[in-house]
T-cell receptor
């Protein structure tokens, strides 16, 4: 079945440590790929997106993501986490079916410890 | 430029009552989407408007849900009658005119059905 998987429900990282959030998708053709973040009380904000080209994508707030076709993955990374990064992160895809709806993973909640 | 706005931010109603959620997209955005997140689950697509027309309503759970977009501007999502399982956060998003255009999300309406 077509799906987006975020295997980690919660992750705790120390401030200043590196971060990697995992995302795998299961689609026949590589969909458009996105990472969104939701901070408490806020709407979802786009961090970055991948459609084609360079497989390492730079986003806002110092985040980057790497597309790996062989692994059907689009993992999000940040070299040094700040306390303000504590939020819920969503991986999402737009399948290449002609419709524009986002299909989301279940989200990963990031906790940042001092 | 104003972002996507949603009203109300919270709504608490009793089973069997009617609730209407409103979304104002970013000015000039032809595409408007509704999504819902039920507690503990992923964010799921409900429907997509292009201007005033429903492009895709495949995610609408049943005929208790009615979405409209008057004149291609704001949209309303009515739930009548509300059931317990309708509780969750309802997000609205808007985008310009291409599949690759970013969907900008509102802060969501948290609906609680008692």
């Amino acid at each position: 079945a077509q799906s987006v998987t975020q295997p980690d429900i919660h992750i705790t990282v120390s401030e200043g440590a590196s971060l990697e959030l995992r995302c795998n998708y299961s689609y026949g053709a590589t969909p458009y790929l996105f990472w969104y973040v939701q901070s408490p009380g806020q709407g979802l904000q786009l961090l970055l997106k991948y459609f084609s080209g360079d497989t390492l994508v730079q986003g806002i707030k110092g985040f980057e993501a790497e597309f790996k076709r062989s692994q059907s993955s689009f993992n999000l990374r940040k070299p040094s986490v700040h306390w303000s990064d504590a939020a819920e992160y969503f991986c999402a895809v737009v399948p290449l079916t002609g419709f524009q709806k986002l299909v989301f993973g279940t989200g990963t909640r990031l906790l940042v410890s001092p | 430029e104003a972002g996507v706005t949603q009203f109300p931010s919270h709504s608490v109603i009793e089973k069997g009552q009617t609730v209407t959620l409103r979304c104002d997209p970013i000015s000039g955005h032809d595409n408007l989407y509704w999504y819902r997140r039920v507690m503990g689950k992923e964010i799921k697509f409900l429907l997509h408007f292009v201007k005033e027309s429903k492009q895709d309503e495949s995610g609408m759970p049943n005929n208790r849900f009615l979405a409209e977009r008057t004149g291609g501007t704001y949209s309303t999502l009515k739930v009548q009658p509300a059931e317990l399982e309708d509780s969750g956060v309802y997000f609205c998003a808007s985008s310009q005119d291409r599949t690759t255009d970013t969907q900008y999300f509102g802060p969501g309406t948290r609906l609680t059905v008692l």
